[in-house]
């Protein structure tokens, strides 16, 4: 009878080795650490604008830490805005995300990319307006769109997101 005792002994040590964390699995909680939009400025900087239809144009997005400590985890969010459409733009291919951790002061900025469109064309997106979104965060906050209608690609924009990477030291 001393095989009874040894298999609870050994089904008790498997249950309590299951029941510590270590810490490998995702959360199902909020990122409660992710930056947010209002703890971070965001801004729009001077764009590489395509000049012609074709040309492609690179518009970087630089967002620095205002509040506490806060994480981006993910890509960001843009989507382009017609005042009748709203396009979502995919991660560029090929892009990884990174996980960065930016203290009060520090930045981190992304690219748009997008080739231009003819203006006046139906197979394009005029957009007036990008709205912009940090992973795990539902605040965003939009920009004026100026530099040209966007192409399409498909059945969406000629445009994409880039990772995040860091900026500074």
Request: hydrophobic share 40%; net charge neutral.
């Amino acid at each position: 009878m001393r095989a009874f005792p040894l298999t609870v002994t050994a089904l008790a040590a498997a249950l309590l080795l299951t029941a510590c964390d270590d810490g490998g699995g995702k959360s199902t909680d909020k990122n409660s650490s992710a930056c947010e939009i209002g703890g971070v400025s965001v801004q729009i900087g001077s764009a590489s604008v395509a000049p012609a239809a074709g040309d492609a144009g690179e518009v970087p997005v630089s967002i620095t830490n205002q509040s506490t400590p806060c994480t981006l985890d993910d890509f960001p969010g843009a989507v382009l805005e017609t005042g009748t459409a709203k396009e979502k733009l995919p991660v560029l291919a090929g892009a990884k995300a990174q996980k960065l951790k930016l203290a009060k002061g520090d930045s981190a900025s992304f690219t748009i990319a997008y080739v231009r469109g003819k203006e006046g064309d139906k197979n394009g997106v005029a957009a007036k307006t990008v709205t912009i979104a940090l992973p795990g965060s539902a605040t965003t906050r939009s920009f004026p769109w100026s530099y040209g209608p966007v192409a399409l690609k498909g059945s969406g924009p000629d445009a994409s997101v880039s990772a995040f990477q860091q900026v500074g030291d």
